[in-house]
């Protein structure tokens, strides 16, 4: 059964979980019936924030806080304060979330689940990804082009890779390590160079070994980070990652191989990419929401959300069974993925 959610604010952020779909507008999260629409709960997190379920629980940063909320009720069990609105991590009884350091750089802070108290903590002198974490072990990369994985259990070295694995000139030219994704042992990440291509790239890790399984030319862009415009544009994908910049989507396989990309009709930010009946979809800043034939990057259909203010970030997405969710003003609604028809609720 098709339906539509109403809303206060234009939604910039959108997940599906356990039945359940979980959206940002403004400074709140709502949780609606997948089935139904039927409005579960909602929650004022303060400045609007990525936000991660988990166990049911979902782990929203904003407002300067990370708050562990119950996913079937709405209640709040914890807040630890401190936190930057990236995107948390959380497997293995944990939370991963990265915070202001005293130092004018970052912290990760790895929290206890249950009740949000702090474990340990990492501090560094420039900016940190958002981490990841497979119960075991915590992965974040650092600004410096350094990508550590530690111990969960106690913030313990496991292994490292140096800025010049990733070639030999990244020390002087290459930025940032973005962590991408986590699926299967392993890790995706990609590397943001301060020059232009050919050296930024991406890459995939062995999580146990911490050993690179393959690189490949591709750039990323994480966009500007700030808390209300919506979520970077990557996302684990079946046999791989998706992940973009402003006008095109790259699918990376898990076996590696060449990249396959996916153009836009404009070169404007986009919404992190969902995959649903062989299409690979994202929303667009020029309010466009379009989709690709996975296989071929063939152009399939492109539908304008028609109501989104011009200024506001791409139309989130979400899948739930064969339907594709869209994310708009004031509103949740459904489209058919074979034409990008609204469908009658």
Request: proline share 9%; charged share 25%; glycine share 12%.
């Given at each position: 059964?098709?339906?539509?959610?109403?809303?206060?604010?234009?939604?910039?952020?959108?997940?599906?979980?356990?039945?359940?779909?979980?959206?940002?507008?403004?400074?709140?999260?709502?949780?609606?019936?997948?089935?139904?629409?039927?409005?579960?709960w909602s929650i004022d997190t303060g400045t609007p924030g990525p936000f991660?379920?988990?166990?049911?629980?979902?782990?929203?940063?904003?407002?300067?806080?990370?708050?562990?909320?119950?996913?079937?009720?709405?209640?709040?069990?914890?807040?630890?304060?401190?936190?930057?609105?990236?995107?948390?991590?959380?497997?293995?009884?944990?939370?991963?979330?990265?915070?202001?350091?005293?130092?004018?750089?970052?912290?990760?802070?790895?929290?206890?689940?249950?009740?949000?108290?702090?474990?340990?903590?990492?501090?560094?002198?420039?900016?940190?990804?958002?981490?990841?974490?497979?119960?075991?072990?915590?992965?974040?990369?650092?600004?410096?082009?350094?990508?550590?994985?530690?111990?969960?259990?106690?913030?313990?070295?496991?292994?490292?890779?140096?800025?010049?694995?990733?070639?030999?000139?990244?020390?002087?030219?290459?930025?940032?390590?973005?962590?991408?994704?986590?699926?299967?042992?392993?890790?995706?990440?990609?590397?943001?160079?301060?020059?232009?291509?050919?050296?930024?790239?991406?890459?995939?890790?062995?999580?146990?070994?911490?050993?690179?399984?393959?690189?490949?030319?591709?750039?990323?862009?994480?966009?500007?980070?700030?808390?209300?415009?919506?979520?970077?544009?990557?996302?684990?994908?079946?046999?791989?990652?998706?992940?973009?910049?402003?006008?095109?989507?790259?699918?990376?396989?898990?076996?590696?191989?060449?990249?396959?990309?996916?153009?836009?009709?404009?070169?404007?930010?986009?919404?992190?990419?969902?995959?649903?009946?062989?299409?690979?979809?994202?929303?667009?800043?020029?309010?466009?929401?379009?989709?690709?034939?996975?296989?071929?990057?063939?152009?399939?259909?492109?539908?304008?959300?028609?109501?989104?203010?011009?200024?506001?970030?791409?139309?989130?997405?979400?899948?739930?069974?064969?339907?594709?969710?869209?994310?708009?003003?004031?509103?949740?609604?459904?489209?058919?993925?074979?034409?990008?028809?609204?469908?009658?609720?």
């Amino acid at each position: 059964m098709a339906w539509r959610a109403e809303m206060d604010g234009t939604v910039v952020r959108l997940v599906v979980a356990d039945e359940t779909v979980y959206a940002g507008s403004g400074p709140q999260v709502s949780a609606f019936d997948a089935a139904t629409g039927e409005d579960l709960w909602s929650i004022d997190t303060g400045t609007p924030g990525p936000f991660r379920v988990a166990d049911g629980v979902v782990y929203a940063t904003g407002g300067g806080h990370v708050r562990a909320i119950d996913a079937r009720t709405g209640a709040e069990r914890w807040r630890f304060r401190d936190v930057v609105a990236v995107m948390p991590a959380a497997a293995g009884g944990r939370v991963c979330v990265i915070g202001r350091s005293p130092r004018w750089g970052r912290t990760l802070h790895v929290l206890n689940a249950r009740n949000g108290v702090e474990k340990w903590r990492l501090e560094a002198d420039l900016k940190l990804s958002a981490p990841a974490t497979d119960g075991d072990l915590v992965m974040v990369g650092h600004a410096d082009g350094l990508l550590q994985a530690l111990r969960a259990r106690n913030g313990r070295e496991r292994w490292r890779i140096e800025p010049d694995v990733w070639h030999p000139d990244w020390p002087e030219r290459g930025g940032a390590i973005e962590v991408l994704g986590l699926a299967d042992d392993l890790l995706y990440l990609a590397g943001l160079p301060y020059d232009p291509p050919p050296l930024g790239f991406a890459a995939a890790v062995d999580v146990r070994t911490g050993r690179e399984r393959w690189q490949a030319v591709a750039s990323y862009d994480p966009g500007s980070g700030l808390p209300g415009e919506g979520d970077p544009p990557t996302a684990e994908a079946p046999g791989g990652v998706c992940f973009g910049e402003p006008g095109r989507l790259t699918y990376m396989a898990a076996v590696g191989g060449p990249p396959r990309e996916y153009r836009f009709s404009e070169e404007t930010p986009l919404s992190p990419p969902v995959m649903i009946g062989g299409l690979v979809c994202a929303g667009t800043a020029g309010q466009l929401i379009e989709a690709f034939d996975a296989a071929t990057g063939r152009r399939e259909w492109v539908v304008k959300d028609v109501l989104r203010p011009a200024t506001a970030p791409p139309p989130p997405l979400a899948v739930w069974r064969d339907r594709l969710l869209v994310g708009g003003h004031r509103r949740i609604y459904h489209v058919d993925p074979r034409t990008g028809a609204a469908i009658p609720v």
